[in-house]
């Protein structure tokens, strides 16, 4: 699924990384391939649909918090960055 997204340079040296965003997207191997030859400081990944609409994401190609926590998992991207996850539909305003 065609997403747009940015990466930021923090511009603090070697201390720094890259902050990085994308939209809503589907399973994307070449986002996590990009992300795994960058140091990332910070991601932030959207998700359109909660984990109870999942049969909905499936259709629609998009991801749901678990989806994005497998794809996250399963990249190599992930033993390099951090992860820490809200889902809209549990997170207290």
Do not use: Y
């Amino acid at each position: 699924m065609p997403a747009v997204g940015f990466a930021v340079d923090t511009g603090q040296g070697d201390d720094g990384g890259w902050w990085v965003f994308t939209g809503d997207t589907g399973p994307n191997p070449l986002l996590w391939e990009r992300l795994r030859r960058m140091k990332v400081a910070h991601l932030v990944i959207e998700t359109a649909f909660s984990d109870e609409e999942r049969q909905l994401t499936r259709i629609s190609r998009h991801l749901c918090p678990t989806a994005l926590g497998h794809d996250w998992h399963s990249s190599k991207a992930a033993s390099t960055c951090t992860s820490r996850t809200s889902s809209p539909a549990r997170a207290s305003l």
